[in-house]
């Protein structure tokens, strides 16, 4: 079906879509899969441990509180400010949105209850803080 057999030398003016259509879904699923790592924070932090806890789905709100106060919203700086006003964008896009909160633990107890505060005033209902599993 790729091409016509006759005996006429005409140059094949049909486009075969089919490579094409190939190559993009392999590059679609190349994405799907590097995404998440790209979007992890880039500044490491010590999370604290703890012995329980659930698994949580990922989130596209994801709040990061470094040892030394620094503060980042999905891997850019940030303030208090911003994650009220990147809470109520998003809850007002999705009412169902969950944000996803590591603190390094050094971090000060008072900056953590900060971001929660400002989640839950931008809107966010549910949020979730990240840690390490004791073994």
């Known amino acids: 079906m790729a091409g016509k057999i006759s005996g006429d ?3 094949i003016s ?3 879509i089919v490579p094409f259509v ?3 879904l392999v590059v679609l699923i190349i994405f799907m899969i590097t995404t998440p790592f790209i979007m992890q924070s ?3 932090i010590q999370l604290p441990q703890a012995a329980s806890g659930e ?3 990922p989130s596209e709100f994801n709040v ?3 040892a030394d106060g620094r503060i980042l919203v ?3 700086d940030a303030d208090i400010a911003s994650i009220t006003t990147k809470s109520q964008e998003l809850s007002q896009a999705n009412p169902e949105v969950q944000a996803i909160i590591s603190a390094d633990r050094e971090a000060s107890h008072g900056q953590v209850v900060e971001i929660i505060d400002a989640v839950k005033i931008g809107g966010v209902k549910r949020f979730a803080i990240t840690i390490d599993r004791k073994n």
Do not use: M, R, V
């Open 9 to 11: 030398d005409e140059p």
């Open 55 to 57: 698994d949580s789905g």
């Open 14 to 16: 049909e486009i075969n």
């Open 22 to 24: 190939d190559i993009i």
């Open 74 to 76: 999905n891997g850019q």
């Open 42 to 44: 880039h500044i490491k």
């Open 64 to 66: 990061t509180l470094a």
